[in-house]
Nanobody
Framework: QVQLVESGGGLVQSGGSLRLSCAAS????????MGWFRQGPGKEREFVSA????????HYANSMKGRFTISRDNAKNTVYLQMNSLKPEDTAVYSC??????????????WGQGTQVTVSS
């Protein structure tokens, strides 16, 4: 079992930045691809970004390219999401997830509870 806990969310003004962290416990995530997802108010959950187990491959949703950066530190069992140039439409609960279903991930096996990000205009 892998437990995932997100942190780093909060309230930020439009144009600001936040760095989210996803700390894993229970087992090493070094063999897991990791992803970030978000769900805004009244919206479906959407893919944000994913990173391969080595960190050499990444993938982003089109609307996040150039603004968000995913990274990982397997020694710390942690994945990060650096979010820059935030917009009000980025307001959502951001969750991380772990996958052992190949690359790009064919699905995710473990999910965190999420952290709230609110961007004010």
């Amino acid at each position: 079992q892998v437990q995932l806990v997100e942190s780093g969310g909060g309230l930020v003004q439009s144009g600001g930045s936040l760095r989210l962290s996803c700390a894993a416990s229970g087992r090493s995530i070094s063999s897991y691809a990791m992803g970030w997802f978000r769900q805004g108010p009244g919206k479906e959950r959407e893919f944000v970004s994913a990173i391969s187990w080595t960190g050499r491959s990444t993938h982003y949703a089109n609307s996040m390219k150039g603004r968000f950066t995913i990274s990982r530190d397997n020694a710390k069992n942690t994945v990060y999401l650096q979010m820059n140039s935030l917009k009000p439409e980025d307001t959502a609960v951001y969750s991380c997830a772990a996958s052992r279903r190949g690359w790009p991930p064919g699905g995710y096996d473990y999910w965190g509870q999420g952290t709230q990000v609110t961007v004010s205009s």
